[in-house]
């Protein structure tokens, strides 16, 4: 029997005191969890039971965290605590007595029972401590294994109390209790510090298998026993079962086998007789005939037809074996197999011709092999490999090849692969790589390293890297990319030209610094070889990217004041994105832009919004360099100031020159000054705004060749919007599903009138914001309904936009400055409307839960044309099939498509996706989009065929993208 002393000394040496060559730790006590607390209560062989109506768990470090609500009821052996709810503490420390099972309990209001009345105890504010040697269970209704987020104010005060107490603990002796100690009445923190408790730092190595000490205990169908003078040997035959429990109870192991020989010390017979036996007897275990080893509680389990295992030495080897361990912190298994593979430590594991996989099929869908493979368990519990002769295998096939790998088990070096055929390309092989992986490095922290290699038969060979950091505040990516290429290249305007350099790529650098709580610093660098290269070979890009530039911009916000400063100089000296190439055609260099912020300032009590906006901008354009021809354009994308084409081959700089514009810098400071009155009368919200724009000319570098020099731009108007609304309460309709409706009116116009002592048009488009300006008179108003109704049904209402319908006039006077072709009203600023009459109408009807109905449309009045409109419909047909439909129809190319989209979910492993537009002016195919996927649980696999009729091109694809490993 242990002395109180002895149980106190045994559990504070296990969990408090720092090993001898062992840094130590200090843990703040901030009460969410028992680590490094041992509680001052004598564990007895006694069970402790919880039981409730629900309950939340969650893991906190070493301790499983619980929330239990309505009748709850703790029992410690014989004392019983009732409450409403209670907040628990738990967690498990290996003795040499057994595996001792530490609870805190706080109950917020409680009432106790026990078999000694003296002990009884009811109030409010309980905290009760106690430990274990049994088993501890928990019988709820519900169980949520999460935190709860709406328990804030309780889990705080639970642990305070618990901090309390354990502060108490570690500053003022404590006597062992021999039952649960009850603190009815919180202490308080000394001097209101956070304490702490000192804790070793390294925790020593457990084994993967083999238990350090313990008993065993053999079992088999026929046991026979040869004696000997050194050595004990134990023949096992049929259903052979070894246990051994080690006398933590958390390292267990059991062996099952067919057959079995025991290698033991020459001692007693009876012990042998008795079938248990001390683990420190055994000298090795020979096993054979469906091997299979379990250990750490199933954390790793080995299967193998022949095996010995060393106790002495702590080795084992065996033969076509199966090891399986976890990755992802646990959560993934990951099976490795060899056909020959060996324990040469405690926690070390080398095997030849293995392969590693996430599934336990003889042939996995996925897997890595390798000649030579090295397993080493971490501190942490994860596993480390280093193997050499690496392939990536799809159901046993090699497919890729790397010669070294070292890192954690799940950390698989091989990021994408595509495998297709496209007209002008010829046949592809792209792939990505970890390349820190590849090389056998540990990833630094915050750092990340791919590696892109891609092969195409008809064009050449591309090597690219992906840097990316993230930490101290930054976020920075830097993308390199190299072709070797040659050949016929075909631009996205479907124009083919041959390859202008053989030797291609860019360099592309963003990054972004947080640098204070205010500060904000963002680089950008971009250098791109040739002016097609976007176009031809990063298509998704050249389509959407933002404008290639290389910059430099800092900002200083605070509150609703600003401050920047940017400085930008083009490398490149061609457009590389298709919508800025549409729009002004040409790019702009700032040396640099300084700029002052200030946003919704109440002046006048409140009564009056001001907005300012001061800039001082020093710029210049930058000309597309080139011809139509040589950079792959159309050229009717280049029009003269008469309305026809430049030539195939004349300079595009022409077009701009023509215009007026020219290259030379330009300095001038603009400054916006914008008031609003916010006024309510009733439900009406009525806003007056006005706004005086000042642009001043401060030198002029180019000897006048600008002919716009210092202007004052002013606009004035109002706004005003109310709502109205109506209940229908008898309206039920079950195959409208409507229940009860509200009608929403939403009425709501803006009076606008613009005026410069300029003309906005001639005004040169160096910056949208300040330069884009509209003049003249606009009025615009209109109506939102809005149709609003329930559905779920009863327990599960929730309330939907059954049908919304905004229709709008935009009426504008005839010096109105029409900009676009389609008619757009920016309410949020006017002046970079393009004003023309016109009606506009947009809506939604979602008819059901699975099918909704949506369009939009833009008609000119004074032609009575429409500009652009679509409309289409969704349909969900179940879990298994969606669909749309969607026709659209623009005025100004005269163009009508029709376009279908599918996914349909065949079954768990199959899908497809299948989605063509026609183009009714042409009455062709417009473009063409088919996929099938074959989803595996480790990755999945997918067939593409994409035909493009602007490019007449079509690209046959195979890609693979690795879901978890």
């Not at 079992?219 to 080690?246: F, P, Q, Y």
């Not at 299967?303 to 646990?330: C, H, W």
């Not at 205010?518 to 031809?536: E, K």
Request: include cysteine; hydrophobic fraction near 35%; charge should be negative.
């Amino acid at each position: 029997m242990f002395h109180s002393k002895q149980i106190i000394l045994l559990l504070a040496s296990v969990v408090c005191s720092p090993t001898f060559g062992d840094t130590v730790l200090e843990v703040p006590i901030r009460g969410d969890r028992l680590s490094g607390i041992v509680l001052p209560v004598l564990p007895r062989a006694r069970d402790i039971s919880i039981s409730g109506l629900r309950a939340n768990a969650w893991t906190v470090d070493d301790t499983k965290r619980l929330l239990i609500e309505k009748n709850v009821s703790v029992t410690i052996g014989a004392y019983t605590f009732e409450s409403e709810q209670a907040v628990i503490w738990i967690n498990r420390m290996p003795t040499d007595a057994g595996v001792v099972s530490q609870i805190a309990v706080y109950l917020p209001t409680f009432s106790k029972t026990s078999k000694l009345h003296s002990l009884g105890a009811a109030g409010e504010n309980l905290l009760v401590v106690g430990s274990t040697l049994g088993s501890v269970t928990v019988d709820v209704a519900l169980l949520k294994p999460s935190k709860p987020k709406n328990k804030t104010s309780l889990l705080t005060t639970a642990n305070q109390r618990l901090a309390q107490y354990a502060q108490k603990l570690a500053t003022t002796p404590t006597q062992l209790s021999g039952y649960p100690h009850i603190t009815e009445q919180p202490t308080q923190l000394l001097g209101e510090e956070t304490a702490y408790i000192v804790l070793p730092e390294n925790e020593s190595e457990k084994p993967w298998l083999q238990p350090k000490s313990g008993l065993v205990s053999i079992a088999a169908d026929l046991v026979e026993l040869k004696t000997g003078e050194k050595e004990n040997i134990v023949t096992l035959d049929g259903n052979v079962h070894i246990e051994m429990r080690s006398t933590s109870g958390i390292d267990d192991m059991q062996m099952n086998a067919a057959r079995s020989i025991v290698f033991l010390d020459s001692g007693s017979i009876r012990d042998i007789a008795s079938g248990s036996l001390d683990m420190t007897e055994i000298h090795g275990v020979y096993l054979e005939g469906n091997v299979v080893i379990r250990a750490n509680n199933d954390t790793y389990l080995v299967r193998a037809p022949q095996m010995y295992y060393d106790f002495d030495t702590g080795k084992a080897i065996m033969l076509e074996s199966v090891l399986r361990t976890y990755g992802k912190n646990g959560r993934v298994p990951i099976y490795v197999r060899a056909k020959e593979m060996e324990q040469i430590s405690q926690n070390q594991w080398v095997a030849k011709d293995a392969q590693a996989s996430t599934s336990s099929f003889a042939t996995p869908d996925l897997a890595i092999g390798s000649a030579q493979l090295s397993i080493t368990q971490q501190k942490d519990g994860s596993a480390y490999i280093q193997s050499s002769h690496n392939t990536v295998r799809f159901g046993g096939t090699p497919v890729f090849y790397w010669p070294y790998f070292a890192g954690h088990i799940d950390d698989i070096p091989i990021k994408k692969a595509v495998i297709g055929y496209k007209d002008g390309f010829g046949a592809s092989l792209e792939t990505k790589w970890d390349l820190f992986s590849l090389l056998g490095r540990s990833e630094p922290m915050g750092l990340s390293l791919d590696l892109a290699l891609d092969g195409y038969t008809d064009r050449g060979v591309g090597v690219g890297f992906d840097i990316g950091y993230s930490g101290y505040g930054t976020n920075t990516d830097l993308d390199l990319y190299f072709l070797s290429d040659a050949g016929e290249q075909k631009t996205t305007s479907g124009i083919k030209m041959p390859v202008p350099h053989h030797q291609r790529g860019f360099a592309l650098l963003s990054s972004d610094t947080k640098l204070s709580a205010y500060w904000t610093l963002q680089t950008q660098l971009s250098y791109i070889s040739d002016s097609t290269f976007m176009s031809v070979w990063r298509q998704p890009e050249f389509r959407s990217h933002a404008e290639y530039e290389t910059s430099i911009y800092a900002k200083y916000q605070k509150d609703n004041k600003a401050f920047t400063a940017l400085a930008s100089n083009d490398l490149n000296g061609f457009i590389s994105t298709s919508w800025l190439l549409a729009s002004r055609q040409y790019k702009v260099d700032r040396t640099p832009e300084l700029g002052y912020y200030q946003y919704g300032s109440s002046i006048f009590r409140d009564t009056i919004n001001w907005t300012s906006e001061l800039r001082f901008m020093r710029e210049r354009m930058v000309f597309q360099s080139g011809t139509p021809n040589n950079t792959g354009l159309n050229r009717n994308a280049f029009l003269l100031p008469d309305g026809t084409s430049i030539g195939a081959n004349d300079a595009i700089e022409d077009v701009l020159t023509s215009r007026g514009l020219n290259e030379g810098y330009q300095s001038r400071f603009v400054a916006r000054q914008e008031f609003t009155m916010p006024l309510k009368f009733g439900n009406i919200q009525f806003t007056p705004f006005a706004s005086i724009q000042m642009n001043w000319r401060l030198d002029d570098e180019t000897s006048g060749l600008n002919q716009n020099s210092d202007y004052w731009y002013r606009t004035i108007g109002f706004r005003a919007t109310t709502q109205f609304n109506r209940i229908y309460n008898t309206i039920d309709n079950d195959l409208l599903d409507l229940h009860r409706l509200r009608h929403v009116i939403e009425p709501y116009v803006t009076v606008w009138n613009g005026e410069s002592d300029i003309d906005t048009a001639t005004i040169q488009q160096y910056d949208a914001r300040v330069d884009n300006l509209s003049t003249g008179t606009a009025v615009w108003f209109g109506v939102k309904n809005k149709l609003q109704t329930w559905r779920g049904g009863p327990g599960r209402w929730y309330q939907i936009d059954w049908l919304t319908i905004d229709t709008a006039l935009l009426l504008a006077s005839n010096d109105a400055t029409q900009r676009f072709d389609n008619p757009q009203f920016f309410n949020w600023r006017p002046e970079y409307s393009s004003l023309q009459d016109a009606a506009l109408v947009s809506g939604k009807w979602q008819y059901s839960d699975s099918i909704a109905f949506i369009g939009n449309g833009t008609w000119e009045l004074d032609g009575g044309t429409l500009a652009r409109g679509s409309i289409g419909a969704e349909l969900d047909h179940g879990r298994d099939l969606r669909t749309y439909l969607e026709y659209r129809e623009i005025g100004n190319t005269n163009d009508q498509f029709l376009s279908l989209g599918m996914r349909y979910q065949l079954s768990k492993r199959y899908s497809l996706n299948f989605s063509p537009t026609w183009n009714f002016r042409t009455d062709d195919l417009q473009s063409l989009r088919f996929t099938a996927t074959r989803h595996y649980p480790e990755f999945d696999l997918t067939a593409q065929i994409v035909q493009n009729q602007i490019q007449d091109e079509t690209t046959y694809g195979l890609r693979f993208k690795l879901l978890k490993f």
